[in-house]
């Protein structure tokens, strides 16, 4: 019974099939664990060896018969080598914040993205203290495309920028890191646990000049002209996320994708009239289907009133330019599905009138000397105080953030510096992870990979060689936030709700910036 076990595994007869019935392989394996107590090692080494050539094993994907013909109709030629990459592992790739750190991979670079980097392998991420502070971003290659919109046609200098549908926040914290400083981003999400998730990662990425916001796209028309640039990731079908999400390939129907199209136009033409004359329309799908990707466009341009405008591409970069946008395949690019397409709009709309407003608060709140001593270049920051707590903004976009606060519905603004209890100033978890603070505004301890993790955790961590107060604690000189030294003990002021949960092992961090 063995060796047929054996021989059917090895020949590959039955397979993993989508309904989840257990195959073949699977059997042998679960028969070979049965029996382990009265194997040799011979025994024990094929049992080994099964388990690796399942791992080893790709099994074809099964796509639904319509999405095959239509993206047949499509591909042509090149169709089977689309289906094919599909089968393959997904790669692996990370961004870094350059406003933190200087390392990076000694990997492969994602050629059109400058701080875009491919991984060999995939870590555990959470078990590197680096992503935790802020010092890189795990995001798909494809979507870092968007860098070429700002290299090639955003040219105003201080531009005021939206992501509609911006959570997690890898396409906001790419945005901020290329305005660098720079403008003003409304980070927005529609969804409200979605929108605090948002609202964490750009608070770990660090960018002063960002508003996250937790509205609907028709909302943003009350601020007409507001913006000079709209980037709308819009929900979809998910077809380029086959082989990273296995589900959405059960999910996938004609009726579907027809619902997303329709859906996709509402929320443009939702958003559309906060888009100034000459702004720019940045919109992106992770699908390869027309009724999304270039109908929609050509639809935005005839309807809307907007121009569909070209970008520059190199050759070696395997992108597919269809005229009416940018596609990215799985057989030609080292990245998933994804469309992306800039319009400038040619609609006439009229420019936003910034009005003078008063504060509410009545009689203003002085800034305590300690905080103001906390940020690099004050001067340049409007510092306010909301409650208890000190929040940063820059100065120049202090007006466009007081429209934005009248019209939506403002989950964080800028940097939140601290707060006062009593008599004690408190710094915030925000300042630590911000562009803004100081260098020497705190003593700085180094701390070693265990106890970064234990810090991460909130537990103890033990500094009995380090002065007493309030400490900025780093790993691999990228601060990951606060503690306040008492000589016998530590207080912890690391944010409760963003404690690791996974237990603490040493071997699943791989470092691979260096």
Request: with cysteine.
């Amino acid at each position: 019974m063995f060796c047929l076990l054996l021989h059917l595994v090895i020949m590959g007869k039955m397979t993993w099939q989508n309904d989840h019935s257990f195959s073949l392989t699977k059997i042998a394996i679960l028969h070979l664990i049965l029996c382990l107590p009265v194997l040799d090692n011979h025994g024990e080494n094929l049992f080994l060896y099964l388990c690796l050539s399942q791992n080893k094993m790709e099994q074809k994907m099964e796509l639904p018969e319509l999405f095959v013909t239509r993206t047949k109709a499509i591909l042509g030629d090149e169709y089977p080598a689309f289906e094919s990459a599909l089968s393959c592992g997904s790669p692996t790739s990370v961004r870094v914040n350059e406003h933190k750190t200087g390392l990076r991979p000694e990997v492969n670079p994602v050629p059109w993205c400058a701080s875009g980097f491919y991984l060999s392998d995939r870590p555990t991420f959470t078990m590197d203290p680096l992503i935790h502070a802020g010092a890189y971003y795990v995001q798909e290659a494809s979507s870092m495309f968007l860098e070429q919109v700002f290299a090639q046609l955003l040219d105003v200098e201080s531009p005021r920028v939206l992501d509609l549908c911006a959570a997690p926040g890898g396409k906001s914290t790419h945005i901020a890191s290329l305005l660098a400083g720079r403008g003003l981003l409304v980070s927005n999400e529609v969804i409200r646990s979605r929108a605090k998730i948002l609202s964490e990662n750009m608070t770990k990425w660090g960018a002063p000049n960002v508003v996250v916001t937790n509205n609907d796209p028709q909302d943003f028309s009350r601020l007409n002209g507001f913006f000079d640039a709209v980037f709308i990731d819009a929900p979809c079908s998910g077809e380029g996320m086959f082989r990273k999400d296995t589900q959405s390939i059960s999910e996938w129907t004609a009726d579907n994708v027809k619902l997303c199209s329709e859906r996709q136009r509402r929320i443009v033409a939702d958003v559309f009239p906060s888009l100034k004359s000459g702004g720019l329309l940045v919109y992106s799908t992770c699908t390869y289907n027309r009724e999304e990707d270039e109908e929609n466009v050509s639809w935005m341009a005839e309807t809307m009133g907007a121009e569909i405008l070209p970008l520059r591409l190199d050759d070696s970069w395997g992108v597919s330019s269809s005229g009416a946008g940018y596609h990215f395949y799985p057989h030609k690019t080292k990245g998933e599905g994804f469309f992306l397409a800039v319009l400038r709009k040619t609609a006439e709309e009229s420019d936003f009138r910034v009005r003078p407003t008063k504060d509410r608060d009545g009689k203003k709140t002085s800034v305590p000397d300690a905080i103001r001593s906390w940020v690099s270049r004050p001067d340049d920051y409007k510092i306010f105080s909301e409650g208890d707590s000190f929040f940063a903004l820059p100065a120049k976009q202090e007006i466009y953030y007081k429209a934005i606060k009248t019209e939506l519905n403002v989950m964080q603004a800028g940097i939140c510096l601290g707060c006062v209890k009593g008599k004690d100033v408190l710094p915030d978890e925000a300042l630590a992870l911000s562009w803004l603070l100081k260098g020497d505004a705190f003593e700085s301890v180094e701390l070693e990979w265990k106890n970064a993790v234990a810090f991460l955790k909130k537990e103890n961590v033990l500094l009995p060689q380090a002065g007493k107060g309030w400490l900025l604690v780093r790993f691999e000189g990228v601060p990951l936030g606060f503690v306040k030294n008492l000589g016998n003990r530590v207080n912890n002021a690391y944010p409760q709700e963003w404690r690791i949960r996974m237990e603490l092992d040493a071997s699943k961090y791989v470092p691979f910036l260096q």
